[in-house]
T-cell receptor, first 110, second 115 residues
């Protein structure tokens, strides 16, 4: 059973386009994290959101945590080829365990 | 962010042998470590959670006698794949979390190939 549903699973766009990745759950999480993973490497943490309705910006990336702390979105503005990678959302429990979505494989073409 | 080092990055072993993977937190005390497995083009599946000095808690479907986890110190956890078979070939990743940290930080991963 997948606690976190992430969509879309694959996304292939041209450089300069905008995109949004969604992460939805029926469960409430104490925190939600977004990671980016390159092939053959471990995931790298991009951001953690903990407060319902919270919005965080990291350069061209905007992260939002739903008011009920069950869902989140990642929006990338003017995507670049360097943004290519596997984007993973993960919900955190109070015990520190992380439950990952299936991931979104993003490819940005020059 | 905090640094977690995983070793080795790649290992090839013969079927029937055992392989040990180390996960170290270099600049913080990891009260909890997590071990994940990742198949190609798929997400991370949590295998087990270990707290320093305690027995690991395994996720449903993960054989604890096959995947031995030791977390004897606040900076080191090991995963030993015993009597490895080709179907155990995968990418194994650890993450570590300190007592006061919200986030867990990941190691670089270990590519295990059993031949």
């Amino acid at each position: 059973t997948q606690l976190l549903e992430q969509s879309p699973q694959f996304l292939s766009i041209q450089e300069g386009e905008n995109l949004t990745v969604y992460c939805n759950s029926s469960s409430v999480f104490s925190s939600l994290q977004w990671y980016r993973q390159e092939p053959g490497e471990g995931p790298v943490l991009l951001v953690t959101v903990v407060t319902g309705g919270e919005v965080k910006k990291l350069k061209r990336l905007t992260f939002q945590f739903g008011d009920a702390r069950k869902d989140s979105s990642l929006h990338i503005t003017a995507a670049q080829p360097g943004d290519t990678g596997l984007y993973l959302c993960a919900g955190g429990s109070t015990l520190g365990r992380l439950y990952f979505g299936r991931g979104t494989q993003l490819t940005v073409w020059p | 962010g905090a640094v977690v080092s995983q070793h080795p990055s790649r290992v090839i072993c013969k079927s029937g042998t055992s392989v040990k993977i180390e996960c170290r937190s270099l600049d913080f005390q990891a009260t909890t470590m997590f071990w994940y497995r990742q198949f190609p083009k798929q997400s991370l599946m949590l295998m087990a959670t270990s707290n320093e000095g305690s027995k690991a808690t395994y996720e449903q479907g993960v054989e604890k006698d096959k995947f031995l986890i030791n977390h004897a110190s606040l900076t080191l956890s090991t995963l030993t794949v015993t009597s490895a078979h080709p179907e155990d070939s995968s990418f194994y990743i650890c993450s570590a979390k300190g007592f006061l940290n919200t986030e867990a930080f990941f190691g670089q991963g270990t590519r295990l190939t059993v031949v």
